[in-house]
């Protein structure tokens, strides 16, 4: 099935602004009906997600951050997560950022999917990074970064999903996700790092 009848197509594009790793631009496009329309959207670098799994002898707790977001204005809990720095591969900037964030390194990797969290305004696409057998070691944060580190269960935090207390978009699909990995119908395939 072609999806010609849906497809913008650009005939002009001007940059809005350019910062420090993200750009904005205004498209104009020509839509289906041959009419054209303005597109304002945010280029982002992209981004990875780690969903680190801490096996004790209670049950499975998930890692977490808790920290201070300035767009929102408050203090969001989020599962370890980063952008991906020019080059990078995807699977680096996990290890990388879940070492800096929570000083956790895991044996065990699993590349789960994409994740599209704003697509109405942002070209940012952030990978899904599942990770097991964990070792804690010392956080490595930048400067400017203050965040809490702190383990939860899933049921905690879809308890905390249900309330409203816990409503980032990644952590969501995160948390999504993992629930059918636990139940079977989303099987990963693991790697091992010496």
């Not at 309330?163 to 099987?187: H, I, M, Y």
């Amino acid at each position: 099935m072609s999806d010609d009848h849906l497809i913008e197509r650009r005939v002009h594009q001007e940059e809005l602004l350019r910062g420090h790793f993200l750009q904005v631009l205004r498209d104009t496009v020509q839509l289906p009906n041959h009419k054209l329309a303005t597109r304002e959207y945010v280029v982002h670098p992209g981004a990875v997600m780690v969903i680190p799994m801490l096996e004790t002898p209670d049950g499975l707790r998930l890692v977490m951050e808790r920290q201070f977001r300035h767009p929102v204005g408050q203090v969001m809990t989020e599962f370890p997560a980063g952008k991906l720095d020019p080059g990078e591969d995807p699977w680096l900037c996990a290890q990388r950022e879940l070492l800096e964030e929570t000083g956790y390194t895991a044996h065990q990797w699993a590349r789960a999917g994409v994740l599209h969290p704003v697509i109405a305004y942002s070209t940012e696409v952030i990978e899904i990074w599942f990770a097991k057998d964990l070792t804690l070691g010392e956080r490595q944060l930048d400067t400017d970064e203050f965040l809490d580190v702190f383990t939860a269960t899933p049921a905690e935090l879809m308890a905390a999903c249900q309330r409203g207390l816990l409503t980032d978009a990644k952590t969501l699909t995160g948390l999504l996700w993992l629930q059918n990995v636990q139940s079977g119908q989303w099987p990963l395939e693991w790697q091992t790092i010496a």
